[in-house]
């Protein structure tokens, strides 16, 4: 499957001292990817990577994502900018070789195949997890609510019956 952010390495490339390594999103990916997250716009996206080879053949990585995206307030409806700064850890595994227990300390586990590693879609997916669900704009605020009347549903309904 390819992706909209296609980065591969060779899991052979990273040596003993591990390997630094930069992904940057082109404008047409940016575009792509702001589709697949239901976003207006993703205006930049880069991620760095540095990656170490385990025992037994796991890759991990400590990396930073620096985007800059543009999403809709839940509140107003109004787009407006926000920047996204994320540090993060990731386990690559061998596909099946994925931990049956899941754990919120653990390292979130990103499969691979054949020996190579698609920074790209991690870069990606660590976007996709930094993302607000419930994104405000600075400053919105929810409209006050009518107070909620008082006494049981029947007084309320005598109450209507005597106004009319």
Same mark, same amino acid.
């Given at each position: 499957m390819k992706t909209e952010l296609h980065?591969?390495?060779? /899991? +052979?490339?990273?040596?003993?001292?591990g390997l630094d390594f930069r992904v940057a999103a082109r404008s047409a990916e940016c575009s792509a990817l702001a589709r697949r997250m239901r976003l207006p716009a993703i205006l930049f996206l880069t991620c760095e990577f540095h990656l170490h080879r385990q025992p037994g053949g796991d890759v991990t990585a400590r990396g930073r994502l620096s985007a800059r995206? /543009?999403?809709t307030c839940v509140v107003s409806l109004e787009e407006f900018e926000?920047? /996204? &700064? &994320? +540090?993060f850890a990731i386990r690559f /595994?061998? +596909?099946?070789? &994925?931990?049956? &227990?899941?754990s919120p300390e653990s390292e979130d586990e990103v499969p691979f195949q054949d020996g190579k590693l698609d920074l790209g879609e991690a870069a990606a997916e660590q976007l996709a997890l930094s993302l607000d669900p419930y994104p405000r704009r600075p400053g919105a605020a929810l409209p006050d609510q009518a107070p909620e009347p008082t006494g049981g549903k029947l007084e309320q309904l005598a109450d209507l019956r005597l106004r009319h």
């Open positions: 980065r591969i390495l060779a /899991v +052979d490339r990273i040596g003993p001292a995206i /543009v999403q926000a920047a /996204v &700064e &994320e +540090d /595994v061998q +596909d099946g070789q &994925e931990s049956e &227990e899941i």
